[in-house]
Nanobody, 122 residues
Framework: VQLQACGGGLVQVGGSLRLSCAVS????????VGWFRQASGKEREIVAS????????LYADSVKGRFTIFRDDAKKKVFLLMNSLKPEDTAVYYC????????????????WGRGTQVTVSS
């Protein structure tokens, strides 16, 4: 299984972006997927996570009500819709997967993709 995140870019405060995570492999529906971010000089933190079934999601308090995670198993993609972006959302965003689990912290995920930069300008 390999993951590829894309969709980052430069956006103004209050703007929106949609990140996508493409997951290769035939068993996509058996993986929980999470989005993480790492700002310069800070530790990697979880942003949102979705279970393999799609029935469970979680969000960091800092993004609740602004970000939405959802998955499209037919396309083998997980999306992160980011609205009302703030300068503090600036970071490299990563997606990661864990087999048959609903991950809640970076250490629980064992498959990682390369990140995509999100920059929110004020």
């Amino acid at each position: 299984v390999q993951l590829q995140a894309c969709g980052g870019g430069l956006v103004q405060v209050g703007g929106s972006l949609r990140l996508s995570c493409a997951v290769s492999g035939r068993t996509f529906s058996t993986y929980g997927v999470g989005w993480f971010r790492q700002a310069s000089g800070k530790e990697r933190e979880i942003v949102a996570s979705i279970s393999a079934s799609g029935g469970s999601t979680l969000y960091a308090d800092s993004v609740k009500g602004r970000f939405t995670i959802f998955r499209d198993d037919a396309k083998k993609k997980v999306f992160l819709l980011m609205n009302s972006l703030k300068p503090e959302d600036t970071a490299v965003y990563y997606c990661a997967a864990v087999y048959l689990e609903f991950g809640k912290s970076p250490g629980e995920f064992d498959l990682w993709g390369r990140g995509t930069q999100v920059t929110v300008s004020s």
